[in-house]
């Protein structure tokens, strides 16, 4: 198995868990994170060398990756395991699959790439890859059934994890926030290139917000780990005036705590969903990524809830259109009592769509395909 950032770690161990049940004297190793590690993976090099973004960000690092991932076929191929699992990371994980499928193994790929959204031309190298695609969006799967790709929805993990109704006083008393002022979370990213391009103009989005809501709106923002604490850190010390709550990770809470929530665009805006919480949804990417990979964007959203509505559910702001000022007016309008009840009763509906035994429906499918 091989994940590549923290909400594949997430995913691999919800699904080891589950394979556990059907395999139990299996042995899982590769590449993971803690969670995957605290239900007894073995995880040979560290996760966090995989998790880079865009396209500029690789490049640099291309000689590493190119070194792990050849170290990674060469082992499988020596000793061929039951089933080798790609968790997300399709650019790292495709040509590994594609390596050990031609080589006897048995390949899939849980997660699918936004294949339907951009680059469409990579189907064909997905189904030289992978004898089955697991996905988490009931959406996904017509695209692969077109294109003659073994595939099976699962549900999202995630949905099962989260009540249907959040606890919001009982997070803000656990964050030592008053109950009564209201709070915005504030999630500019799990990696390095998403704060630098993202925090800064969240926390200046930020401070026009204490000027139009009030001075005393509570700000919390959540560090999805210790480097990211510690880049969040310096980019606050350059704000002093701007009273923030830096937490170390926490950040289901952070949104439990939340009236709103300003986020990057990606698996965060799913867990805002389900914790029913208004959100704004934002993303950056540097000019050159951009400019590559613009041309092959094949969708109208970039959010998970508005692409499971097929609508503009919740505000998004990609790219030049992410500035100070959109930002505020969209979280101000996302204040509003009567847009956060509309918002709640979607969001109700969306969340029972997803929320299925994921971890043993993947595991069944995988099953299937080693005993077949």
């Known amino acids: 198995m091989v994940a590549g950032e923290a909400s594949g770690d997430i995913l691999g161990a919800d699904l080891i868990r589950a394979l556990k049940k059907r395999f139990p004297d299996a042995i899982f190793e590769g590449i993971g994170g803690p969670k995957m590690q605290a239900e007894g993976f073995h995880s040979l090099f560290e996760m966090d060398r995989l998790s880079v973004m865009g396209f500029v960000e690789p490049l640099k690092r291309l000689p590493e990756l190119l070194k792990l991932r050849r170290?990674?076929?060469?082992?499988?191929?020596?000793?061929?395991?039951?089933?080798?699992?790609?968790?997300?990371?399709?650019?790292?994980?495709?040509?590994?699959?594609?390596?050990?499928?031609?080589?006897?193994?048995?390949?899939?790929?849980?997660?699918?790439p936004s294949v339907w959204a951009w680059r469409q031309g990579r189907i064909k190298k997905i189904k030289q890859a992978v004898d089955l695609m697991l996905c988490l969006l009931p959406f996904e799967t017509e695209f692969y059934q077109q294109h003659n790709v073994a595939v099976r929805f699962v549900g999202h993990p995630l949905a099962g994890q989260f009540p249907e109704q959040p606890n919001t006083a009982q997070a803000r008393k656990k964050l030592g926030l008053d109950p009564e002022l209201p709070v915005l979370c504030i999630m500019p990213g799990s990696r390095s290139g998403e704060i630098e391009l993202l925090a800064e103009l969240f926390l200046e989005t930020a401070r026009v917000l204490r000027q139009s809501i009030g001075a005393d709106l509570q700000l919390v923002i959540p560090a999805a780990n210790g480097e990211r604490h510690r880049q969040l850190s310096q980019i606050l010390a350059t704000m002093p005036d701007l009273k923030v709550t830096l937490l170390q990770q926490n950040s289901h809470l952070a949104m439990e705590a939340a009236d709103v929530v300003l986020l990057a665009s990606g698996t965060t805006a799913l867990e805002a969903m389900l914790l029913k919480k208004p959100m704004v949804v934002s993303y950056r990417l540097g000019a050159l990524t951009w400019r590559l990979v613009s041309p092959f964007i094949k969708t109208p959203y970039a959010s998970i809830p508005n692409l499971l509505a097929s609508r503009m559910l919740v505000p998004e702001f990609i790219q030049a259109d992410a500035t100070v000022v959109n930002l505020a007016a969209a979280v101000i309008d996302a204040f509003e009592p009567e847009r956060r009840e509309a918002l709640v009763a979607e969001f109700d509906e969306l969340h029972h769509q997803l929320a299925v035994d994921s971890g043993a429906i993947a595991a069944e499918a995988i099953a299937e395909l080693v005993e077949s």
């Open 71 to 112: 170290s990674i076929i060469q082992r499988y191929k020596n000793n061929s395991p039951a089933a080798f699992i790609g968790i997300d990371a399709p650019d790292f994980n495709t040509t590994i699959e594609l390596k050990l499928r031609i080589a006897g193994v048995k390949t899939v790929h849980y997660v699918s």
